[in-house]
């Protein structure tokens, strides 16, 4: 089975720190993907990285960066938290192809910005 | 554009009742279709996918969706309800001739099973 990890499952952290979220898949996936969710809007895409050190912005992607230095791990940094990306963020993973493949997804880390 | 539309942001049924949970897409071509479902505090949970081939899909725990081209449509169904069946539900398209590999989620659609 595909195991997609987020290394927290809640946060607090406080307005203008910088937070990392981790995100580990052990399936040797090309793809990787970070969403955050909100009720009545469903996910919506930050950043995906096809590749190690290759990135592209999704449909969010103000006040977002992402690293990946390891096929495994996909961190998402929020550079200076503010109180509006309070959220549950979600990190998922895939094959390359076709395109005809499910992606897998981590249990989610709910951040809360105070 | 592609993008995904589930009409119902909450769908009540009886324990035992079929269930139909809505999805219509948008997209330039022909679509790959997805369902997942989310049970509280956890991460999504893929239960069945549309590629090709026959309109009616059949998924993980019973689940089942049809796909109508003409209708832009792709519900999830199931013949009886159960109350283990109450969660969040979230259609999902991708346009195959498109290089990437992200998908379009629809804002979701929580389903109550009433014992």
């Known amino acids: 089975d595909v195991k997609v990890t987020q290394s927290s499952r809640y946060l607090v952290k406080r307005t203008g720190e910088k937070v990392f979220l981790e995100c580990v898949q052990d399936?040797?996936?090309?793809?990787m993907f970070w969403y955050r969710q909100d009720p009545g809007l469903g996910l919506r895409l930050i950043y995906f990285s096809y590749d190690v050190k290759m990135k592209e912005k999704g449909d969010i992607p103000e006040g977002y960066s992402v690293s990946r230095e390891k096929k495994e791990r996909f961190s998402l940094i929020l550079e200076s938290a503010s109180t509006n990306q309070t959220s549950m963020y979600l990190c998922?993973?895939?094959?390359?192809?076709?395109?005809?493949?499910?992606?897998?997804f981590g249990d989610g880390t709910r951040l809360s910005i105070l | 554009a592609q993008s995904v539309a589930q009409p119902e942001d909450q769908v009540n049924v009886a324990e035992g009742n079929p269930l139909t949970v809505k999805c219509t897409y948008s997209?330039?071509?022909?679509?790959?279709l997805f369902w997942y479902v989310q049970y509280p505090n956890r991460g999504l949970q893929f239960l069945l996918k549309?590629?090709?081939?026959?309109?009616l899909v059949k998924g993980s725990y019973g689940f089942e969706a049809e796909f109508n081209k003409s209708q832009t449509s792709f519900h999830l169904k199931k013949p009886s309800a159960l109350v283990s069946d109450s969660a969040l539900y979230f259609c999902?398209?991708?346009?195959?001739?498109?290089?990437?590999?992200?998908?379009?989620f629809g804002t979701g659609t929580r389903l109550t099973v009433i014992p």
């Open positions: 399936m040797d996936h090309e793809n």
């Open positions: 998922a993973s895939g094959i390359t192809g076709r395109g005809n493949q499910p992606q897998h």
């Open positions: 999902a398209v991708r346009a195959t001739q498109t290089g990437a590999n992200n998908l379009f």
């Open positions: 997209v330039s071509g022909n679509p790959y």
């Open positions: 549309y590629i090709t081939g026959d309109n």
